[in-house]
């Protein structure tokens, strides 16, 4: 990593800090470890395509009375363009990718104040600390949650696109199917193609007719 070395991170802040901060800004990538069951397609960190039209949404904060298991899944689903009908919830598996570093920061109460915003939060990943508490579930996953929900429901157009031989940002969602021309094509069987395709860069975010359950 250009500009970071050993002994740079070491001198500031003192050892024991040093050593976090150092440990935080060594260079990895996270792989997803969301696994499709049987008839399922992955797309991404978040969601599942089954063949029956199902989507099945991760979840990685407990559910105890404050409705993450509602407010999640439905983030991804209405930029999804989903039946909300067909949502399903499971447990996210451990990993760094649902780590969340907002609940670190309320339920410890400024004892990690001392170490740089940024680095907390890399603290928090490399730790896989996957805590609950705080009020922080939509804040933390709000963005996660509905960009997962587009790139799906990008490549889920691009599939649908092909097999009509149209633009895929002409196509549209509603309610678990995409459209075009009075044409239409369910998620379910669109999920295989759809799996093997390229997230579009830049994503487009509330167009095709997502933004119908979440307000």
């Not at 399922?40 to 039209?53: M, N, S, Y």
């Not at 167009?207 to 979440?214: H, N, P």
């Amino acid at each position: 990593m250009a500009g970071i070395d050993r002994r740079s991170i070491l001198i500031g802040g003192g050892a024991g800090v040093g050593l976090i901060v150092a440990w935080a800004l060594w260079p990895r990538r996270y792989r997803e470890t969301l696994v499709a069951g049987p008839d399922e397609r992955v797309f991404g960190a978040w969601l599942k395509i089954g063949v029956d039209g199902h989507v099945t949404v991760a979840v990685p904060q407990l559910e105890h009375g404050q409705g993450v298991y509602t407010a999640l899944p439905q983030i991804v689903a209405d930029e999804l363009g989903a039946d909300w009908r067909t949502i399903g919830v499971e447990p996210a598996p451990l990993s760094p990718l649902y780590a969340n570093p907002l609940a670190l920061d309320e339920l410890f109460d400024g004892a990690f104040a001392g170490i740089p915003a940024a680095v907390r939060a890399t603290l928090a990943e490399r730790s896989s600390l996957m805590l609950t508490g705080g009020s922080t579930s939509v804040r933390m996953f709000e963005e996660a949650c509905r960009t997962a929900g587009a790139a799906a429901r990008a490549l889920l157009c691009q599939a649908a696109a092909a097999r009509w031989d149209v633009t895929w940002t002409d196509c549209a969602v509603d309610k678990g199917f995409v459209t075009h021309a009075g044409k239409k094509i369910r998620f379910a069987d669109l999920a295989d193609a759809a799996a093997t395709l390229q997230i579009p860069d830049p994503l487009p975010i509330g167009v095709q007719g997502a933004g119908s359950l979440f307000g």
